[in-house]
């Protein structure tokens, strides 16, 4: 007891001397040292087992697993190994390290060091949510200070700001945007981290994290196509924010106007927009030059995107060749020959025309293909500007250079900058730190169905392949089973029943009566109607008002049911054919509306209120 009160003691005068010059209110200050005097002398590794133990047979695990748990009916269940079997120590199960409660681990979020690096990886909003679920956050002094975050903000939000190597000490889990620099690793060891790694790129950082037995969740593995894991993709939300920045670049440095002007002065032409690559920073990109006033042209290798960039109203760009490019993970691959060749003269005839290209191909792991060579550039006109978004992994542009903007020798500029997400760094850091806070919330309950518990779980498929490395095992690649989304369901074979000719030609002769019956009862009906409208009334303005109605609603109809519902996404198809559900209905009340406001009081009105539930009843009175 008194060693707990001396902690509580310790971590008031840390509070009160390094949390950043501002105070926290007693009841705050009193839970979070009730919350972190306990941690003090635990550090809990998120491992199965003491790696330290060794057990030279089966009997010595049996015994030391009875002695530490104290439970008979417990030892008697680890006998159900073979002793005629090799002992191994490793049970054949799924489930990896221990299931810790959430209010037993602390999330520590770092502040970045890398050159140019504004944002943060949890945002007071994101923090809020993990504060919320049970964890203990505790925030690098500064860390968001870059991305307009406060450290008052992050302690309106529950967590608790200390210094840098007080956050490396304290925390279970690390989050960063950002790859760990030499400094960063040795503090990592035997830790949790959650960030963005590219193990491919950087092995002997992902060697270095292994070696020192740091469990590393690398949130640019997450497999693409799960859908459920788009609530983790910090690649597309990244990516969204680049494509839209990219062409707030873009018409930062191109002379003219994006959208067209006509005035007294003169006329002003549109920009013209070609966007090389249509993935979310590519349709991100189409929307902003859209917005713009810009004339948008989009290419892809993958003929699956032509529909997506036509719904916003772009043209797709094809070449006459038929090769899919479609590729694993929903990535585009690498096209053949003479594909390359036929894309090339496409692009050439492109080059000469439009005013702004934006280029997006990436392939993961790779050198970024060249989309825009030496010869497109020398072709475009003075004031064009090039943006490429790949520019980090080689360009896809001749004459790019990371973090530079280049002017070519004919008026050309050409934007290689690599933080375009950083750019926004509000924005981005909040939606990173939403990625971030929902995949750790879904660490354990997303396969256990225990709210509240941090458990890996292999069978999880989005832990599955963003877990790199493991208490010292490097899982990536070989351990990992990629992602693939069951295959479409395949409907049952019809069985063919061959039929006669005199058998079709009843078939058919059927078909047709009925059509004619239905359509002649419709017609009927809507003739007696008409009738009846013309008999109940005596003013011509009406018939002209019916008319009217009759065409208008023919006209609203052909309208709205003309929209084709093809957005890129299921979930927006299925709400614009809510939507159009909606308009028909407003349009018919509105015509009616507006037919029935005709008959006022100055021309005609019933006599009782009964008229509504008793029509024979009514009278009239001109």
Not at 225 to 241: E, F, G, P, T
Not at 517 to 543: C, H, Q, W
Request: some cysteine; charged content about 20%.
């Amino acid at each position: 007891m008194k060693s707990t009160s001396l902690k509580g003691v310790a971590l008031v005068a840390l509070l009160s001397s390094e949390c950043g010059g501002f105070s926290l209110s007693t009841p705050n200050l009193a839970a979070h040292v009730a919350r972190y005097s306990t941690r003090s002398s635990r550090r809990r590794l998120l491992t199965p087992h003491d790696s330290s133990k060794r057990f030279d047979s089966l009997s010595q695990f049996n015994s030391a697993v009875a002695d530490e748990r104290g439970n008979v009916e417990q030892s008697k269940a680890t006998t159900s190994f073979d002793p005629a079997d090799e002992f191994t120590g490793v049970a054949p199960s799924k489930i990896l390290g221990d299931k810790i409660p959430y209010s037993e681990l602390t999330i520590g979020v770092l502040k970045e060091t890398y050159p140019g690096e504004n944002r943060v990886s949890v945002a007071p909003e994101s923090a809020k949510m993990l504060v919320d679920a049970g964890f203990s956050v505790i925030v690098e002094s500064r860390a968001g200070e870059l991305a307009s975050f406060s450290d008052a903000s992050y302690v309106d939000s529950g967590c608790v700001v200390l210094p840098r190597d007080s956050v490396y000490a304290q925390a279970d889990i690390l989050t960063k945007i950002r790859p760990p620099d030499e400094d960063e690793v040795p503090k990592l060891a035997k830790k949790t981290l959650v960030g963005m790694i590219s193990p491919s790129i950087n092995t002997q950082l992902f060697s270095e994290l292994t070696e020192q037995e740091t469990n590393v969740f690398a949130l640019d593995c997450v497999p693409r196509m799960l859908s459920r894991a788009q609530a983790y993709d910090v690649l597309s939300s990244q990516a969204n924010i680049a494509g839209y920045r990219s062409v707030i670049e873009a018409a930062n440095n191109f002379p003219r106007f994006f959208a067209g002007q006509m005035t007294a002065a003169g006329k002003v032409p549109p920009a013209k927009v070609l966007v090389l690559g249509v993935g979310v920073a590519g349709l991100a990109a189409i929307q902003t030059a859209k917005n713009m006033g810009a004339i948008v042209r989009a290419f892809d290798v993958r003929p699956v995107t032509k529909e997506q960039v036509e719904s916003m109203g772009a043209t797709f760009l094809e070449v006459p060749i038929n090769e899919d490019g479609a590729g694993a993970g929903g990535y585009a691959k690498e096209m053949s020959e003479e594909y390359k060749a036929a894309q090339a003269k496409l692009m050439l005839e492109q080059a000469s025309e439009v005013d702004v290209i934006i280029t997006t191909a990436l392939i993961p792991g790779k050198k970024a293909p060249i989309l825009v060579n030496q010869e497109m550039l020398d072709v475009m006109k003075p004031g064009s500007v090039l943006v490429d978004l790949a520019a980090a992994n080689g360009g896809n542009v001749a004459q790019t250079e990371p973090n530079k903007v280049v002017t070519t020798a004919n008026g050309v500029t050409i934007i290689g900058y690599t933080d375009l997400p950083s750019r926004l760094a509000s924005t981005s850091s909040t939606l990173f730190g939403n990625n971030v806070a929902k995949f750790i919330l879904s660490i354990g309950p997303q396969t256990t169905k225990e709210k509240g518990f941090f458990q890996i779980d292999l069978e999880d498929d989005a832990v599955q392949n963003m877990l790199i490395s493991y208490n010292g095992e490097a899982r990536y690649p070989d351990k990992i089973k990629p992602f693939n989304p069951p295959p479409p369901r395949v409907e049952s074979s019809v069985e063919l029943v061959s039929k006669t000719e005199e058998e079709m030609m009843h078939e058919a002769n059927e078909k047709q009566l009925a059509g004619f019956i239905k359509n002649a009862g419709v017609a009927s009906l809507a003739a007696f109607a008409l009738l009846a409208f013309g008999y109940s009334t005596d003013s011509p303005e009406n018939i002209s008002l019916l008319a009217t109605f009759a065409l208008a609603g023919l006209a609203g109809y052909q309208v709205v049911w003309g929209v084709a519902p093809a957005l890129h996404s299921p979930l927006m198809a299925g709400k614009l054919r809510e939507r159009q559900q909606t308009l028909k209905v407003a349009l018919v009340y509105s015509q009616f509306s507006s037919f029935f406001d005709r008959f006022d009081s100055d021309q005609c009105h019933f006599w009782n209120d009964c008229c509504w539930r008793d029509v024979a009843a009514c009278t009239w009175e001109q």
